[in-house]
């Protein structure tokens, strides 16, 4: 199966070459690489990873042909494309760009998360998280767990399938997202791996919003969130939504996870009642942001896990959610890389500051231009995704003497016929990108379009 372009990946072909200050040839370089990677780099891909090295300045060449070498670029950052930083997130941004070599091996230390105590220990100081309330304040507040998010479904799916997908090295643009999310189509060229951890973020999000009332700090809700996220992506399948048995390793830094099984479960159960325990959302968020990747709880997929983790309080408080869009990801790699190896949150900290207000500034402008929630879909919701789900599973027309069997006793009678209408709209609008709305199976949809197209050809 082709590989997802890896950050990771990308940061250790850098530093390899940056061990050579006189140039390393291709050749040598794939020699090098095998020692850091599990398995080798083909001959192909190696050169489409150093294109993309060279295109973004991180290295340069010198020489032709075959005495072409591969030698590091200014050493750099291009903060122009950074997010604006803190001064002690300057310093540690300086530290986690250093060399590997020049780096000092670091273990898991298990006193940064037993250290930390709910509601008394704080990464988000009061004024900073009161910013935020203002910030990520909408008109539903008030209203069911997951409200805003549903209003925004549609642009949210895209958004925080593709930026979360992109931050992994994922080269799907933001109209491939739309076009494989909204009608089906994948992107042509793209890697088979790209176009299933797309749809993977969006089965995860759907999940999400659709259990905003059920869903918590618990380890049902991040085993099923890793398990949709990690389907189809891993070698090991019975590794998906399990807490991993072997160590791992991470590319391009010196620091070691945790390795024994049981002590990693510990902290795993340690980790959830915390950020449980924890009362601010924003809290909740930057936290699981910070201790999840850190522990390194499953294979692979963790900081995935923990960027729509992040989300789970801001969908159940309706607030504006964090969608990661326009996030530098060499400063997002630097965040965390800064967790990891300092266990300082300063640098990682300014990442979601700025991530946050690009959130609410591109959502309010969103909700600016969306009619006021419909007060009716609201309040008869349940009423309605089971109506939808009996008219399809039941192979039935979208009929007015069907639609009023499903409804007729459930809802008043001066709203019932407002209601109708709903329903009649919701099933004759119903397609492939919407049917998760209403806990509905693909397949489900399917069989039912199939009857109703048979149906009108009588």
């Known amino acids: 199966m082709a590989r997802v372009v890896s950050a990771d990946e990308l940061n250790l072909i850098e530093q390899v070459i ?37 295109a973004e300045k991180r290295i340069t060449t010198e020489g032709e042909s ?7 670029g200014s050493g750099r950052v291009d903060f122009d494309s950074y997010v604006p930083v803190s001064k002690d997130g300057s310093i540690l941004r300086d530290l986690v760009r250093q060399p590997v070599m020049q780096r000092k091996p670091v273990g898991y230390h298990r006193s940064f998360i037993e250290d930390y105590e709910p509601n ?53 643009s933001q109209l491939d997202t739309r076009n494989l999310i909204e009608f089906g189509q994948a992107a042509e060229g793209r890697d088979i791996q790209e176009t299933q951890m797309i749809l993977n973020h969006k089965a995860a999000i759907e999940m999400l919003i659709e259990e905003a009332d059920r869903i918590s700090f618990n380890s049902f809700t991040f085993l099923n969130l890793h398990a949709i996220l990690s389907e189809n992506l891993l070698p090991d399948e019975r590794a998906c939504g399990r807490l991993r048995r072997r160590p791992v390793s991470i590319h391009g830094s010196v620091f070691q996870p945790l390795a024994m099984p049981q002590v990693l479960e510990e902290c795993f159960y340690l980790l959830l009642k915390k950020a449980d325990a924890i009362q601010d959302p924003f809290e909740q968020a930057f936290f699981i942001m910070v201790q999840l990747p850190y522990l390194q709880p ?9 960027r729509l983790g992040a989300n789970i309080p801001l969908i159940r408080s309706n607030l504006c959610p964090l969608s990661f869009v326009d996030v530098p990801q060499q400063a997002y790699i630097d965040g965390i890389l800064a967790v990891y190896e300092f266990n300082q949150v300063d640098l990682l900290q300014d990442v ?15 909700t600016q231009t969306m009619a006021d929630p419909d007060p009716l879909r609201i309040r008869y919701r349940e009423i309605l995704i ?73």
């Open 120 to 172: 008394v220990s704080f990464y988000l100081s009061a004024s900073l998280r009161g910013q935020f309330h203002e910030m990520g304040r909408t008109q539903v507040r008030e209203h069911p767990a997951g409200t805003y998010a549903r209003e925004i479904l549609n642009r949210l799916l895209i958004d925080l399938s593709w930026a979360s997908s992109r931050l992994e090295g994922n080269t799907y």
């Open 298 to 306: 499953f294979e692979d997929v963790n900081k995935r896990v923990s």
């Open 18 to 54: 940056s061990q050579h200050p006189k140039g390393i040839g291709i050749s040598e370089l794939e020699k090098a690489l095998s020692h850091h990677l599990p398995q080798t780099l083909h001959r192909r891909t190696l050169q489409r990873r150093l294109e993309i090295l060279l």
């Open 352 to 366: 979601f500051i700025w991530a946050y207000e690009r959130s609410c500034q591109r959502y309010l402008a969103v």
């Open 386 to 458: 089971r109506a939808v789900q009996e008219i399809v599973r039941g192979c039935l027309t979208p009929s007015v003497k069907n639609i009023e069997q499903q409804i007729s006793e459930q809802i008043p009678e001066k709203d019932r016929e407002a209601v109708m209408k709903i329903l009649l709209d919701a099933l004759l609008h119903l397609h492939e990108g919407s049917v998760a709305r209403y806990r509905l199976k693909l397949s489900e949809f399917q069989l039912w379009k199939q009857a109703q197209d048979q149906f009108h050809k009588i």
């Open 66 to 72: 075959i005495a072409l070498v591969y030698k590091k």
